[in-house]
């Protein structure tokens, strides 16, 4: 199974927002392409990506865009592939217009959509769709998540001293 993902933005200001998505997939060893390519300014472009994107190797689309964010519904629209939309926090509504975009999808063609800005979650959720069928993945995955519960529990045990020390 291909385990390859693309990541594409409507804008590339987008990008610095967009980031944690792509170092999540670094941290988990997730091979990835990054494009930008906008529904509504170069929707040939966003056309042939989505129509290619299994025949590329593509296991699932992370699709981030801002203000009205069609992106990830008209991926969607082209592929069965996976899209998970990561809506932009942009334009005078802060991102809840590109949230509801995505969030609001027609029947019969679904998308994933993480919180407004949520790339790093957008990364995870893609890298749980891999370690399905993926052991690698999975376990590099897991051991993710045990380093950052083990975050947790430092953080709980130096407040917890801290309190102590100050007789609370």
Do not use: C
């Amino acid at each position: 199974m291909p385990s390859k993902i693309l990541i594409v933005m409507g804008s590339d200001s987008d990008a610095p927002s967009l980031e944690a998505a792509w170092q999540v997939l670094d941290e988990l060893g997730i091979p990835y392409d990054v494009r930008v390519a906008s529904a509504h300014r170069t929707p040939g472009v966003v056309h042939a990506l989505a129509t290619g994107a299994r025949e590329a190797g593509y296991a699932a689309i992370i699709a981030a865009a801002g203000i009205a964010a069609h992106l990830a519904g008209v991926f969607a629209s082209l592929t069965t592939l996976p899209v998970i939309a990561v809506p932009m926090p942009a334009g005078t509504l802060g991102g809840m217009d590109a949230l509801l975009s995505s969030v609001q999808m027609p029947p019969g063609v679904p998308i994933a959509s993480m919180g407004i800005g949520g790339a790093k979650n957008a990364g995870l959720f893609v890298a749980a769709i891999l370690a399905v069928t993926d052991g690698a993945i999975a376990e590099r995955l897991e051991a993710q998540r045990r380093a950052m519960a083990a975050k947790v529990g430092e953080a709980d045990a130096r407040l917890r001293a801290k309190l102590a020390a100050k007789g609370t």
